[in-house]
């Protein structure tokens, strides 16, 4: 897979995958394809990130010499949201550069530190919905929360000059991007709506709030007591 020109000064790097269950439980027939961003002003920016397996982190990195990127010229590293598809591929990237700063929600820092044990060499900066980081060179990333969209730590970036919205899982679908077609403008109606309706179904249904879970569940979902 190749990077791709999303618009002046933002790539897409990708790496499919095929054979895997989404979530350990899920079957996605036709393959997922995961995505990072880069955001090139006078600072370098990656956003989003691909899981740490089969050799994927490596995909990426072989990409950012694909469009020019030296792996220890990113400054920022956003993490909109940090379940492993999106985040392993750290574990990788923190050996290779270290002079970077990480960007998420407070609860994205807190599950980052979790997860991967960053020491004291890392930078992290919180980001709350209406903070803005400026690249330079004419980029600036605006942030969002979207908590439960679909763990309660996701955020998604915007690129203002360009008006590119980076919305992590809110508006992504299963099926891995073809060579020749990596913008859905280029599929059919029928192909977008099984590929769409697949990610709904199983990133959105499982991630409500706890309490209005228990709530519902109390109503109509656990089974009756024999009397
Ligand atoms: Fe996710
Ligand atoms: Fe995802």
Same mark, same amino acid.
């Given at each position: 897979?190749?990077?791709?020109?999303?618009?002046?000064?933002?790539?897409?790097?990708?790496?499919?995958?095929?054979?895997?269950?989404?979530?350990?439980?899920?079957?996605?027939?036709?393959?997922?394809?995961?995505?990072?961003?880069?955001?090139?002003?006078?600072?370098?920016?990656?956003?989003?990130?691909?899981?740490?397996?089969?050799?994927?982190?490596?995909?990426?990195?072989?990409?950012?010499?694909?469009?020019?990127?030296?792996?220890?010229?990113?400054?920022?590293?956003?993490?909109?949201?940090?379940?492993?598809?999106?985040?392993?591929?750290?574990?990788?990237?923190?050996?290779?550069?270290?002079?970077?700063?990480?960007?998420?929600?407070?609860?994205?820092?807190?599950?980052?530190?979790?997860?991967?044990?960053?020491?004291?060499?890392?930078?992290?900066?919180?980001?709350?919905?209406?903070?803005?980081?400026?690249?330079?060179?004419?980029?600036?990333?605006?942030?969002?929360?979207?908590?439960?969209?679909?763990?309660?730590?996701?955020?998604?970036?915007?690129?203002?000059?360009?008006?590119?919205?980076?919305?992590?899982?809110?508006?992504?679908?299963?099926?891995?991007?073809?060579?020749?077609?990596?913008?859905?403008?280029?599929?059919?109606?029928?192909?977008?709506?099984?590929?769409?309706? #697949?990610?709904?179904?199983?990133?959105?249904?499982?991630?409500?709030?706890? #309490?209005? #879970?228990?709530?519902?569940?109390?109503?109509?979902?656990?089974?009756? #007591?024999?009397?």
């Amino acid at each position: 897979m190749h990077s791709s020109l999303v618009t002046d000064g933002i790539y897409r790097l990708s790496a499919k995958v095929h054979n895997i269950l989404f979530e350990g439980v899920w079957p996605i027939p036709h393959g997922v394809s995961m995505n990072s961003y880069i955001v090139k002003g006078d600072e370098v920016a990656i956003i989003d990130g691909v899981c740490g397996w089969d050799g994927v982190p490596e995909t990426l990195f072989r990409q950012l010499d694909d469009i020019g990127v030296d792996i220890k010229d990113i400054r920022y590293v956003v993490l909109n949201h940090l379940e492993p598809d999106h985040s392993g591929w750290l574990q990788s990237f923190m050996k290779l550069t270290q002079g970077f700063e990480i960007v998420a929600s407070a609860k994205g820092i807190d599950v980052a530190k979790a997860f991967y044990g960053f020491d004291e060499r890392f930078r992290f900066r919180a980001v709350k919905s209406g903070d803005t980081i400026d690249l330079g060179g004419g980029k600036k990333l605006l942030f969002e929360e979207i908590p439960n969209v679909h763990w309660p730590e996701t955020i998604a970036t915007y690129e203002m000059s360009s008006k590119t919205l980076l919305p992590c899982d809110a508006f992504g679908s299963f099926g891995a991007i073809a060579e020749d077609a990596p913008f859905d403008d280029q599929l059919s109606e029928k192909q977008l709506a099984f590929s769409r309706a #697949r990610l709904c179904a199983t990133t959105r249904t499982s991630s409500r709030p706890s #309490r209005f #879970r228990s709530k519902r569940r109390s109503r109509s979902s656990l089974p009756s #007591r024999s009397r």
